[in-house]
């Protein structure tokens, strides 16, 4: 077997990645005077399940669960929806002002979003949406964000031309074009972009910040931040309910990747 | 195809919920913000909650916010102006924030409330209020620094009791020294295993600053104070704690949770009472208790620092507003916070100086030590440019705290010379 | 014929993107621009020219230590995460035993909530009694105060970055080394070329693009580090960690110079926009398309 010394080295390598990983699991199940013990010890003296259970029911982390599910699963499918239509848009046709439209839509990611954050805010304050999940969706639904745009793009440019001239000339429509040629040719990306995304927003913290108020709207990020305080952190608890947090995404991630795996014979298609 | 559609359908009725609140309700309905842990924001909740009992005619909404992100947050509501009718701000924001006129002036309700009256309050509190000469909030979460001690560490070294040295005037600067000292042990590889003195951190040592008849800037905060001898002394002394005498851990942010007080590995400890109902719940093996900042060699080193509850100046239902900041600092929401929960230290004269609040059943025993800051300690140097001169004499310091710069002297005239720049600059640039 | 008109449907196709760009960025973006013009203190409001650009050009010493600190760390933390992203992917995309695994092992480091992973580090390097130092010592090392010591702190955050490199840009890399078609390298194999020049000629022409994109995305990221410095460092110890962003929201939402910061955003802007424009010029000379519409 030519692939054993590869297996080794990965083996060693995830070791070392996992090290922080494995302290923040070990750290989850510590009782609070062992967090910190010195030298550090790997395996509780006594493995304190129960920290997840004081963990979840420390805040209504269940409502909030949900709250972040909505939230998260909505702007996955317009990103992953949006961002491909407009990735499309930019890389299979040549209209005036497309390359400079292109750029603005790179440059967007450029401007920092500490000195646009007042004034979008204001924006969602006159359509009356704060304390809503509108702003947290809707932009997803416009396009997905310049990331997203480009990432598709670049792929839609390493898939030949000629598959979709091909099937034009069999009398598909653009939008048929977009839906059955390039949309299950670029599996491996889409699901790149729509795993991103749900991690993304999974996790994204300022947002619910800034345009939610009601307790009852919260996401999860919000509520592993009040683990945290001056007078010193409930690190064991922070640790636990974090844990539970990435769940969903570790799962997730483990079934999707198969689709990163599928690849796309492009040789059979397009006859190179 | 299908199935998306569902979804979409589940999500957009999901959106509509998240959208109608139920408005057949005809109280006024005010908003309150506030930041805290889980428990500080469990007791924010709990006294909204009597206050809404109370007075039927109002619903008060807290908003409860993480405070790692309070200010990012409440900035964004001032500066649309979508600020919650009721908002608390800690002291170091608050005379900055005062300057932008986002608050609204109590003097029309204090003078005309003839419940209210300030002279319950303690002195020191209601001046901490006042910006630009208009009162502009009610004091909460009131106190001073104090000094947390392991009593069973300190017995087993044979050291007195450091409560009872204060009482006769002997707890200064260099027994605190001499105490770190013996307390700080190392194991066989020349490693600490235990500290003596938790470092002074902001602004832990500018009441160091005061006890050693220095400040860190003027009386009317318009210049640097730093380049006196007094000024070198006292951060000389506080860099030396682990520079020279190596007494105490680390001064890196969030770092020393290995050493936390609670771990009994770290005999003393600077912090406020505020930080004790952690340890009354997790600390079970030693005994412990508190006592005030050691005197300096100019006198005591006790300061003392609120927050500020204050009313948003556009607010649709000021009396409504007033209600509430009222009853936040009654006596009723004041022994609740502050003698049942023991979060901080009333701004209540009477209740400071009632035997509930002095003679608790569970530690820390020494109240008195909290009395004692907010009666006669200091107010911190706090103007509308604070955040800004905390930055820049907190980056100088940093590499006297972190053993990179050993003259204090030296780093000292850095910083002087750094906040007077700052401060004869235009404030908007 | 379709085919006369592909234009005016491409227009089509972008205006989702085209409609929210107008709604939600553009605005924001010219009230920021005005705003740099202006001294505004979240109270009042006044024109005052140029004078927040020749504030930060000319007499801010923090606008250039920032500049310093942020163009240090991309310079390590872009190239090694690129290197890293790309070994892992290319380990990860042979058919090994547990790959999936494997896959999911490397990506969770990038999972952990910031606020989590920024305690867990300051554990790591903690000075007294943190896992590193502790490492250190069993060898007779140690005794660094990592994140309170000018000198290590930035490396520290290189590190950091650096144990992410199996997240989402390893997964950009290995979608990009599926869409490689296996072909290529049966060709190359039969002309009998070895696996490094596989590598060299099939692998790396072809990923060419993705390679870009991360290049471009990762600079951009190095010059938007905002959340680990906030939250383990506050731009300490003496600003050697007073990334740009953090800069830049200092003077917004602590100083309030909401004037400056925007005149700070817009010189980032035009930084990364230069950085950007020079990159996508060069990139005519060694990344690799396909599938670009030619008409």
């Known amino acids: ?44 003296e006594t493995i304190q399940w129960g920290n997840f259970q004081k963990a979840w029911t420390a805040l209504p982390f269940t409502q909030w669960v949900l709250n972040t599910l909505v939230i998260t699963i909505a702007c996955t499918i317009g990103q992953m929806l949006t961002g491909s239509l407009v990735a499309y848009g930019f890389s299979r046709f040549k209209f005036k002002g497309r390359d400079t439209l292109f750029g603005i839509v790179i440059a967007t990611m450029m401007l920092p979003g500490q000195v646009t954050m007042i004034p979008v805010f204001m924006i969602w304050r006159e359509l009356r949406a704060i304390d809503t999940y509108w702003p947290l969706i809707l932009p997803a639904f416009f396009g997905g964000g310049a990331f997203n745009i480009f990432l598709i793009r670049q792929f839609f440019l390493s898939i030949p031309n000629e598959l979709d001239e091909a099937a034009m000339i069999d009398g598909a429509s653009y939008l048929r074009v977009w839906w059955q040629i390039l949309l299950p040719l670029s599996a491996p990306v889409l699901a790149t972009v729509g795993v991103l995304s749900f991690i993304g927003h999974w996790d994204d913290f300022n947002g619910p910040l800034i ?61 190179r | 195809m299908k199935q998306a559609l ?88 608050f005379p900055q924030l005062a300057d932008r006129n986002y608050f609204r002036d109590l003097s029309e309700f204090t003078e005309t409330d003839p419940e209210f009256k300030a002279e319950e309050f303690f002195p020191l509190a209601m001046q901490e209020n006042y910006s630009n000469g208009k009162l502009q909030a009610l004091n909460v979460l009131f106190g001073g620094g104090v000094m947390i001690y392991n009593k069973s ?26 105490y770190g000292i013996k307390l700080t042990e190392f194991d066989s590889n020349g490693r600490p295993s235990q500290f003596g003195l938790g470092f002074p951190n902001m602004p832990f040592y500018i009441g160091l600053m005061y006890g050693f008849g220095a400040n860190l800037l003027n009386e009317d905060l318009s210049r640097s104070a730093m380049d006196t001898p007094e000024a ?13 005498h190596r007494v105490c851990p680390s001064p890196a942010q969030g770092a020393n949770a290995a050493f936390g007080f609670e771990t009994g590995r770290l005999a003393m400890e600077f912090n406020y009472i505020g930080v004790t109902s952690r340890y009354r719940e997790k600390i079970k093996d030693f005994e412990w208790d508190i006592c005030p900042l050691p005197d300096g060699p100019k006198g005591k080193s006790l300061f003392v620092k609120g927050n500020q509850l204050v009313m948003y100046r556009e607010t649709k239902h000021p009396e409504a507003a007033w209600r509430l900041m009222k009853f936040i600092v009654s006596e009723e929401a004041e022994r609740f916070l502050y003698i049942e929960q023991r979060r901080q230290s009333p701004t209540r004269i009477k209740l400071a100086q009632s035997s509930e609040f002095l003679e608790p059943k569970a530690p ?19 103007g509308p440019r604070w955040p800004e001169v905390v930055t820049v004499v907190g980056s100088e310091l940093d590499g006297l705290f972190a053993g990179r710069d050993r003259d204090a002297k030296v780093v000292l005239q850095r910083a002087h010379k750094a906040v007077n720049k700052l401060l004869s600059e235009d404030p908007g640039l | 014929m379709k085919k006369h008109h592909p234009g005016r449907w491409g227009f089509v196709f972008i205006l989702p993107w085209l409609i929210g760009f107008l709604l939600f960025t553009a605005g924001p973006m010219i009230a920021s621009l005005v705003l740099s013009f202006t001294r505004y203190d979240l109270n009042t409001i006044h024109f005052i020219g140029t004078k927040n650009y020749e504030r930060i050009l000319f007499d801010e010493p923090l606008f250039w230590k920032s500049l310093q600190v942020t163009v240090t760390y991309a310079f390590f933390s872009v190239p090694l995460g690129i290197a890293g992203s790309l070994g892992l992917a290319l380990m990860l995309n042979q058919k090994v035993a547990g790959e999936r695994l494997f896959r999911t092992l490397f990506y969770l480091p990038s999972l952990v909530p910031s606020v989590a992973s920024a305690l867990l580090w300051s554990w790591i390097f903690n000075a007294d009694n943190g896992l590193l130092n502790y490492t250190l010592g069993l060898f007779g090392w140690g005794g660094v105060e990592w994140l309170a010591d000018e000198k290590y702190t930035l490396g520290a955050f290189v590190v950091m970055s650096l144990w992410g490199i199996g997240g989402g840009r390893m997964i950009i890399f290995l979608a990009g080394l599926q869409g490689i078609s296996e072909s290529y390298y049966e060709a190359a194999r039969l002309d009998g070329a070895s696996a490094w020049r596989q590598f060299r000629n099939v692998t790396l022409p072809l990923l060419s693009p993705v ?4 290049l471009i995305l990762g600079v951009i990221g190095a010059f938007q580090v905002f959340t680990q410095a906030y939250i383990m460092t506050a731009g300490g110890p003496n600003n050697a960690t007073l990334f740009y962003a953090l800069s830049i929201f200092r003077n917004a939402f602590e100083y309030f110079k909401l004037g400056k910061a925007s005149a700070l955003a817009w010189v980032l802007f035009l930084i990364l926009l230069a950085i950007t424009g020079i990159q996508f010029w060069a990139s005519r000379r060694w990344v690799h398309y396909e599938g670009e519409a030619k008409s």
Request: hydrophobic fraction near 45%.
């Open chain 2, 6 to 93: 569902a979804f979409a359908g589940i999500l957009i009725a999901a959106l509509a919920a998240s959208n109608c609140t139920t408005q057949t309700d005809r109280r006024i309905q005010l908003r309150y913000m506030a930041w805290g842990n889980v428990e500080q924001l469990a007791l924010e909740q709990e006294l909204v909650d009597r206050f809404n009992r109370k007075n039927p005619d109002i619903n008060v909404r807290l908003f409860k916010v993480p405070q790692s992100a309070y200010g990012n947050k409440s900035i964004v509501m001032f500066a649309s102006r979508t600020s919650p009718d009721v908002v608390r701000v800690d002291h170091f924001n």
């Open chain 3, 211 to 214: 390679m870009f994109f991360n």
């Open chain 2, 153 to 178: 560490l300190l017995a087993k070294a044979g050291l007195a009791d450091p409560y009872e040295l204060s009482k006769k005037g002997e707890w200064t600067t260099d027994r605190a020294l001499e």
């Open chain 2, 364 to 382: 820390p025993f020494n109240m008195p030590a909290v009395t004692e800051s907010v009666k006669s300690g200091k107010v911190l140097p706090i």
């Open chain 2, 232 to 244: 070198a002394q006292a951060l000389q002394w506080v860099a030396d704690l682990r520079w020279k």
């Open chain 1, 211 to 271: 345009y939610l108020n009601s307790p009852e709207k919260y996401t999860v990020s919000i509520g592993l931040r009040m683990f945290q305080d001056s007078y010193g952190s409930e690190t064991n608890l922070l640790m636990a309910a974090s844990l539970i947090h990435i769940l969903p995404t570790i799962v997730l991630f483990f079934f999707a990747q198969r689709y990163f795996m599928r690849g796309i014979q492009l040789s059979g298609l397009g006859g």
């Open chain 1, 1 to 44: 077997m030519k692939k054993a010394p590869l297996l080794v080295f990965l083996i060693l390598l995830s070791v070392v990645a996992l090290v922080p990983f494995v302290w923040t699991v070990s750290t989850a199940l510590k009782d609070d005077q062992e967090v910190f013990a010195f030298p550090p010890r790997w395996i509780p």
